[in-house]
C-alpha cells in the first residue's frame, strides 16, 4: 500500500480573499502486478468567507502498460455545496530515468 500527502497554499493575487489551502491524500494497494486500486481525498479549503470549502472524493483504478508508463481511471463525488456533482479523470503517468 501506498499513501502520499500533499499540502499546498493558493495565492490569489487579484482577490486575496480568494486563497486557499490545499489538502489532499491518497492510498493506493496493488491487486495484481498490473492492477491498483486508488481511493483519494482532495480537497480546497478556503481562507475567508467569501469562498466556499471544495471536496472531491474520487476512486479508481491503475494499470501498469510496463515499467515507465501507468493509466488511471476514477469517478468522485463532491460532498459540499462548492464541490462538483460527480468528477470523471483519466491520465497517464510516464515516468523518465
Do not use: I, M, N
Given at each position: 500500500m501506498t499513501l502520499t500527502i500533499n499540502a499546498g497554499y493558493t495565492f490569489v493575487t487579484r482577490d486575496?480573499?480568494?486563497?486557499?489551502?490545499?489538502?489532499n491524500a491518497s492510498a493506493e494497494a496493488g491487486i495484481t502486478r498490473a492492477w491498483s486500486i486508488v481511493g483519494e481525498v482532495v480537497s480546497e479549503l478556503a481562507m475567508s468567507r467569501r469562498a466556499d470549502d471544495r471536496v472531491v472524493l474520487p476512486?479508481?483504478?491503475?494499470?501498469?502498460v510496463g515499467e515507465c508508463v501507468r493509466l488511471d481511471a476514477a469517478a468522485g463525488f463532491g460532498p459540499t455545496r462548492a464541490s462538483p456533482d460527480l468528477l470523471l479523470t483519466t491520465g497517464v503517468t510516464i515516468t523518465l530515468n
Open positions: 486575496r480573499r480568494l486563497d486557499v489551502v490545499s489538502l476512486a479508481g483504478t491503475v494499470y501498469a
